[in-house]
């Protein structure tokens, strides 16, 4: 009966630990002996913290860079779409799966502006995702309007499927987790089915892949190599500016052949990824004859047919801001008391 007792224990001990420590496990070298497969790469300046929704549990998770390895800080219960898998439609009440920004606020007071009494509903306020993001509309995803808001009726929490796509959380949950989300930065959101875990042999490789294409996506690009810059791009993918793919070849050879002396860097780069998509923000410092800048490049890359890295999408905004300026401590700056 002894022995019956402490396996009991044991056990118990073990089910109600992995809820909670699973991601700080350590192996014997004393290294993350599982990895969250979304969160490759964080970096202290545009993923200091990320929001992580667990659809099939029902959490929102709120992670913490830690000298690069994420730390879980907290977890809370949430709504999600009356319907369960990802959404592709407009009106399909699902919740979309994918990474995406929180870019915009709205407080009680502009959301019954807004919608009237019907604005009640979202109780204190609402973070507004970019749904459809560029590789949504890739796939033809339609539809919009995805938040992550509170209710004004905490009863939606426990039916756990309750809203017509958004993320839902009590209008206490919000306010805490609202500490975490910098706007400026455009706090990244990864919404999943459920979170998978990788060893450290699988994370390490596939991080080192992601680094060592941009390093070498980089370098051609600085060596004015164009045929080896132009092979990081998807031909079928990738949707330039200029409009077609060559027409994008062509603008790309002409710049090259007037630079002279370009010295391009990468820093604070992070990796976020989600199935088989991963989006990459860094801090660009370019200078050469033509230009002399620094901002956020981001770019989403896909593997092709062949297993192989390719860019399907790029961007670049100007950082008017210092780092020390950017960079954040969690605090309550978006509902004042």
């Keep these: 009966m002894y022995k019956l007792t402490i396996r009991r224990f044991v056990i118990f001990w073990v089910f109600i ?24 790469q964080l970096d202290p300046l545009f993923t200091n913290y990320v929001l992580l929704v667990e659809k099939k549990n029902l959490k929102i ?6 000298h690069g390895t994420p730390e879980r800080v907290a977890s809370f219960p949430i709504a999600t779409g009356k319907v369960p898998g990802d959404k592709f439609i407009e009106g399909d009440k699902k919740t979309p799966e994918g ?41 033809g995803k339609t539809g ?14 426990e039916k756990g499927l309750d809203s017509r796509g958004c993320v839902v959380v009590t209008g206490e949950n919000l306010k805490k987790i609202s500490h975490y989300i910098n706007l400026d930065l455009k706090t990244p959101i990864i919404v999943t089915e459920d979170i998978q875990y990788w060893d450290d042999k699988t994370f390490t490789n596939y991080k080192a892949e992601l680094n060592n294409f941009v390093n ?17 791009y998807s031909q079928n993918l990738y949707r330039p500016r200029q409009g077609s793919f060559q027409a994008f070849s062509t603008y790309k050879k002409n710049v090259f052949n007037n630079t ?6 990468m820093h604070n780069v992070s990796i976020l990824k989600h199935k088989d998509y991963a989006v990459i923000k860094m801090k660009q410092s370019y200078r050469s004859n033509l230009l002399d800048d620094t901002g956020l490049k981001t770019i989403v890359v896909k593997r092709n047919r062949n297993y192989k890295w390719e860019i399907i999408e790029e961007s670049w905004s100007r950082i008017n801001k210092s780092d020390s300026e950017l960079a954040f401590t969690p605090s309550l700056r978006y509902f004042k008391e």
């Design 17 to 40: 630990s992995i809820p909670y420590g699973f991601t700080q496990d350590k192996n014997e070298q004393g290294s993350p002996a599982f990895h969250v497969s979304n969160l490759i």
């Design 61 to 66: 998770h709120i992670y913490k860079n830690n």
């Design 99 to 139: 990474v995406y920004q929180l870019y915009r606020f709205y407080n009680a007071n502009e959301l019954i502006q807004m919608y009237g009494d019907y604005g009640k509903i979202y109780g204190i306020g609402a973070f507004v995702l970019n749904y459809p993001n560029t590789y949504d509309s890739k796939l």
């Design 144 to 157: 919009g309007g995805i938040w992550l808001h509170a209710t004004d009726d905490d009863s939606r929490i």
């Design 216 to 232: 070498n996506w980089v370098k051609t690009w600085q060596e004015q190599d164009l045929q080896g810059y132009l092979s990081h």
């Design 260 to 265: 002279k002396d370009a010295q391009i860097a």
